[in-house]
């Protein structure tokens, strides 16, 4: 019998906005990464200005997150 864990919902998510949206990686954790592109970064100049020459930070996340997934599901590692 293979038993799935699924990650505990942090206790800092609890804080809110002025957690999620302090990095990616909160959001990330918390499951708040459209709600903090949405509400917060959209209006924090750090987040609105791109250098065209910068790599993105969340479209890479995006990426890796999206390949590690699609990779579970071919390894049929994925809790129903």
């Given at each position: 019998l293979t038993t799935c864990l699924i990650s505990a919902y942090k206790q800092d998510c609890a804080v809110g906005p002025a957690y999620w949206c302090k990095s990616f990686q909160n959001a990330e954790d918390c499951g708040a990464i459209r709600h903090c592109t949405d509400?917060?970064?959209?209006?924090?100049?750090?987040?609105t200005t791109v250098d065209l020459s910068t790599k993105c930070e969340w479209c890479q996340k995006i990426i890796e997150n999206t390949h590690k997934a699609i990779n579970n599901i071919v390894n049929n590692e994925v809790c129903y």
């Open positions: 509400t917060v970064w959209r209006y924090d100049g750090k987040h």
